[in-house]
T-cell receptor, first 114, second 110 residues
Framework: ETGVTQTPRHLVMGMTNKKSLKCEQH?????MYWYKQSAKKPLELMFV???????ENNSVPSRFSPECPNSSHLFLHLHTLQPEDSALYLC?????????????FGPGTRLTVL | EDQVTQSPEALRLQEGESSSLNCSYT??????LFWYRQDPGKGPEFLFT???AGEEKEKERLKATLTKKESFLHITAPKPEDSATYLC???????????FGAGTRLFVKA
């Protein structure tokens, strides 16, 4: 595997379910990010991790819970979501957090909340 | 507050018809401006990073330019496979957030 991978690629869940999104980067980067992309809206930054420590929580509801066990893996735990949370969830990584480093994105998880 | 505005929202071209996409930005100090291409249902794919006014970068039919207030993505003689959404993003000198524009959807017809 190369680059940034995400699983699952598609997820349908009810509002009472609990699920997790997984991201893995094979680039040796130190920073990882979660973004939300809704139709015709700019990407919204949700969380930033640098060397496994959370450095930003961009006013995200508590029904989204991130976890970064090491610099290669990032999870987004989901519980009691709302239909408006349906979106494409993108993971990205960069060599360092901040600076001029380019972020490299995974293919995304298309989430549908019923 | 940092802001990125892309125009037009959508652009339809005939194959071979050159054009430009605009990205206007407002930041306290620019650390970098990024262009990405995104195909439907996929993650953004990195194209270019520009750091200072006057800088230009090229890749195949694409050329990105930067001024102090905006960036252009010039597409020369586009092909149908250039159809995608093109995203512009900026990062300022003060923080670590990358602010994205809403994108320009490009359609190239054969």
């Amino acid at each position: 595997e190369t680059g940034v991978t995400q699983t699952p690629r598609h997820l349908v869940m009810g509002m009472t379910n609990k699920k997790s999104l997984k991201c893995e980067q094979h680039l040796g980067h130190n920073a990882m990010y979660w973004y939300k992309q809704s139709a015709k809206k700019p990407l919204e930054l949700m969380f930033v991790y640098s060397l496994e420590e959370r450095v930003e929580n961009n006013s995200v509801p508590s029904r989204f819970s991130p976890e970064c066990p090491n610099s290669s893996h990032l999870f987004l735990h989901l519980h009691t979501l709302q239909p408006e949370d349906s979106a494409l969830y993108l993971c990205a990584s960069s060599p360092q957090e901040g600076g001029t480093d380019t972020q490299y994105f995974g293919p995304g998880t298309r989430l549908t909340v019923l | 507050e940092d802001q990125v505005t892309q125009s037009p929202e959508a652009l339809r071209l005939q194959e071979g018809e050159s054009s430009s996409l605009n990205c206007s930005y407002t930041v306290s100090g620019l650390r970098g401006l990024f262009w990405y291409r995104q195909d439907p249902g996929k993650g953004p794919e990195f194209l270019f990073t520009l750091y200072s006014a006057g800088e230009e970068k090229e890749k195949e039919r694409l050329k990105a330019t930067l001024t102090k207030k905006e960036s252009f993505l010039h597409i020369t003689a586009p092909k149908p496979e250039d159809s995608a959404t093109y995203l512009c993003a900026v990062r300022d000198t003060g923080g670590f957030k990358t602010i994205f524009g809403a994108g320009t959807r490009l359609f190239v017809k054969a």
